[in-house]
C-alpha cells in the first residue's frame, strides 16, 4: 500500500488503532488523533474516505447556499454542511455533505455534533464515493430513519431524491436541468436543479 493519502475509495480504516472492526463506537472515534484523514463509523466499522475534490466542495457549498437561504427565509431550521459529526446510533457517525434540522429537531444539536437522525442529509457522490454513500450510508440512514436523502451527482448534474416511510426508503425520482426539486421536508422549494452546478 502507498500513502494512505492516495487511496482513491472510500474503504474500512483496518490500520488504525482501536477496537476490532465492527465494535467502533463515538467514544472510540472521538479519541481519534486529527491528523488529515477523514472518519466515519457504518454499523461500528471505521471508514476512511478520501479528502474532496474541490469541485466537489463546490458543489456542496451551492446546494447549503441553495437550502440554507429557503430554509433561513422560511424560518425553518438550520443548514450545516460537512465537516460535522452526526451520530446516528451509539456505533454510527458520519458526516453528510450538507444537513437540514427542522426547528422541531433543533434540541438534536449538541456542543460539537448531532445526536440523532436530521431531517434531511445530502451527499455529494463522487466516482470515489458512490458505492458507499448508495449502499452503506443509505443503510445506515434508513436504521436511523431519517427522512429524506439526496444523492447528488455532480458529473450527471442529478439530483436523486430518497423518502424514508414504512420502514425503507422510496425514490421520490431523479432532478435535473430545469426541473425544480421536489422535498417533503423542505417545502416550497424553487429554482432549477441546474443552478447547483454552476
Known amino acids: 500500500m502507498t500513502t494512505i493519502e492516495k487511496l482513491p475509495l472510500v474503504i474500512p480504516a483496518d490500520w488504525v488503532a482501536g477496537p476490532r472492526q465492527g465494535r467502533w463506537t463515538y467514544d472510540e472515534y472521538m479519541a481519534l488523533p486529527d491528523d488529515g484523514p477523514r472518519y466515519e463509523i457504518v454499523n461500528g466499522v471505521l471508514y476512511m474516505a478520501p479528502s474532496p475534490s ?7 457549498g451551492e446546494i447549503f447556499a441553495y437550502l440554507r437561504t429557503h430554509v433561513k427565509l422560511a424560518g425553518l431550521g438550520q443548514v450545516f ?13 458520519v458526516q453528510p455533505d450538507v444537513i437540514v434540522l427542522l426547528n422541531a429537531s433543533l434540541a438534536k444539536l449538541k456542543e ?3 445526536i440523532g437522525a436530521p431531517d434531511l442529509v445530502v451527499e455529494v457522490a463522487s466516482p470515489s464515493t458512490s458505492t458507499y454513500d448508495r449502499h452503506n450510508k443509505q443503510l445506515a440512514y ?6 429524506e436523502y439526496w444523492i447528488v451527482d455532480p458529473v450527471a448534474h442529478t439530483v436523486e431524491v430518497w423518502i ?10 431523479i432532478f435535473q ?9 423542505v417545502p416550497d422549494l424553487s429554482g432549477h436543479v441546474e443552478q447547483l452546478f454552476i
Open 54 to 60: 474541490w469541485s466537489h466542495q463546490g458543489v456542496v
Open 81 to 93: 454542511m460537512a465537516p460535522l459529526d452526526v451520530e446516528l446510533a451509539p456505533n454510527t457517525v
Open 112 to 114: 460539537k455534533h448531532i
Open 142 to 147: 434508513a436504521r436511523a430513519a431519517v427522512p
Open 164 to 173: 424514508w416511510e414504512g420502514g425503507m426508503y422510496h425514490a421520490v425520482g
Open 177 to 185: 436541468g430545469k426541473m425544480t426539486l421536489q422535498s417533503q421536508v
